[in-house]
DNA sequence: ATGAAAGCGCTAACAG
DNA sequence: CTGTTAGCGCTTTCAT
């Protein structure tokens, strides 16, 4: 019922071992036998077996992605970005989430459904010492890292300090002395930006000679919930800040949510400033550093296809994709 | 170097077959041999060719799922609500794209790109008469439509018709009577829900015998920036309208947007409702029909496993999932 | 309950 | 440039 090489073959006139040089576009064909080919198997509505391609040669013509989230702007945002690029090759593009802490679904292992299936990997947001990465990385595939830097795999990530430092500075050269802190990681998370962010918080407030104060540090889990939480509890201090630097601009939302219900407004009384660029940072006139998120996932995929290409093995890219501060409302000179 | 089933089945004294069918949890396997050969097959780190496996049994373990877009909280929030699903279950999840109108990408024909390579689709938003959907359906495999319903396919939808009609008689409840209406679809769209919600719209308008004034529809194409644009329009007319009903909160949230920047405040000179009950809706307090979007994604999945897993085709099932007013502070009466 | 053997549909040397 | 011939690693009758 199903039509096989077999058939095409036949019907063509040629043996099977053309036509699968003639459809794949390998060379040594004759050019009419190839074009021949090609129109035969058309007519006869051919479609190549995946699964007996694939036994036979020993690619799986697939690509895993790995994701602690797939609903979420950053998380669907990069997802997007890599799937516009596998779009355009013949690689199928397979999706796999591993437990995320935040969530607290259960996290049985990705390797096994990774194993034989896929040609190459790309973790999107995955801690160097994740167990699940480890496993993934022992895997020996092709690897593309987002979010995150590894030695000797490529990654594609933004400058974590640096972006944090710029926010923090911004907030600082607007006039602001007490600044407080919303971090995103629940204790003992894996996680690198949190550290690499609040390094670059910790930087520009000690380039400028400013105190850091630890009851201005709080919690916000890189939720909108979060961020409200941790702003009220901010708010509800004796001695306020004049400006907050979110770790991440959903938490950047939840914070000027608080301070509107406490009847205050952002840009006036208290000065908030995120990273993200987020698609609605604009909407909420969010002051934010913005990063590219869908082009870290084109980057990465991108890497990863090339990577799976060459025979030889490539040094590791490892990128680092430009952030700029984007100014609006949430953030002004502090009052009076 | 890889190991095969042919080692496992030596080292464990026992034929191919017989690991085959143990591993597999297949019946008339002695349980103390099954266990045995469980334990030599983790004890080699065996783990089964896919593709083999494939090839000899015809199944694909795989499910395709097709959206226009995968980045946007709708389309992002129903595919993790997939992917729990599958996440259990031992299929893999291969996400495709067809080119979505309003982006305008190319729309090359996605049926190729699963022809032999899953075991059902699922497809988010696509309307009856895409072509896509069309040639997806040719293919004769279970199928979930999610978001449509189409005669003789199983289908997750919300009623349209009924969701938009309660955020309109919401308003009119209020005692709007100037009730403008922002649609989504572009001119010629494929898309069944823009219709399906403008009906509704206007089922409450004529049961509260109030009149619909042409001049007061315009077109958002389902986006932020598109909601904003059309609402600017609306308030630069001669003769506004006190109330507005979005077909979707990212529409609404864009309306809120020009509401402000023409200086007025939604839920004091004009009153907004939209439709999905969005991540962002309770932060920007949009009053709003929720619609149980990880849940559609979810049901879809569930539905699909077991068309796939029952040899009779079952007939299918079309679930209507409920949606909810939620009231907030952008809909109000109308001033004095 | 278990084994033997015949494929599943393709790719990849190897000849020619 | 093209054909022959082995498999790839599993599943599945059919026997036993």
Redesign the interface.
């Known amino acids: 019922m ?1 039509i096989t090489i077999r058939d095409v073959a036949q019907a063509a006139g040629v043996s099977t071992a053309t036509v699968s040089r003639a459809l794949r576009g390998l060379p040594n064909v004759d050019e009419a036998t190839r074009d021949k080919v090609k129109r035969v198997a058309l007519s006869m509505d051919y ?6 391609s ?2 036979a040669s020993g690619r ?1 013509g ?1 690509i895993g992605v790995i994701t602690p ?4 702007w950053y ?3 990069v ?2 970005g890599i ?2 690029v596998l ?1 355009q090759s013949t690689m ?6 591993v437990g995320d802490e935040a969530t607290g679904t259960p996290d049985d292992p990705v390797a ?2 990774l ?3 896929v040609d190459g990997v790309i973790t999107i947001a995955l801690a160097p010492e994740d167990a699940q990465l480890q496993s993934v990385l022992s895997l020996g595939l092709p690897t593309s890292l987002i979010g995150v830097a590894i030695d000797g795999v490529s990654s594609v990530s933004i400058d974590d300090v640096a972006a944090a430092k710029a926010a923090t500075t911004h907030l600082i050269k607007l006039g602001h002395r007490r600044i407080a802190v919303i971090t995103g990681a629940p204790p003992g998370a894996l996680f690198t930006a949190p550290h690499a962010r609040f390094r670059g918080f910790m930087e520009a407030m000690q380039q400028a000679d400013l105190a850091v104060d630890p009851t201005l540090q709080v919690r916000g889990y890189f939720t ?1 919930a979060g961020g409200e939480k941790a702003m009220t509890e901010l708010l509800t201090q004796r001695d306020r800040p004049t400006a907050v630097f979110a770790m991440s601009d959903e938490m950047a ?2 914070a000027m ?1 608080a301070v509107r219900s406490h009847g205050l407004q952002p840009g006036r009384e208290i000065s908030i400033a995120g990273i993200d660029g987020h ?2 940072s604009e ?1 909420l006139d969010l002051t934010t550093v913005a990063q590219p998120v ?1 082009d870290l996932g084109r980057i990465a995929a991108k890497s990863l296809l090339s990577q799976i290409r060459s025979t030889d093995r490539p040094a590791p890219a490892q990128v680092q994709a430009p952030t700029h501060l984007i100014v609006r409302g949430s953030s002004a000179p502090p009052p009076n």
């Open positions: 199903t479609v190549i077996s995946p699964s007996a694939r036994l799986t697939s989230r797939v609903a979420g998380f669907s945002t997802l997007s799937e516009t779009q199928d593009l397979l999706l796999l989430s096994p459904r194993n034989r299936r909108i939302f939840g949510r698609d609605m909407l869908q």
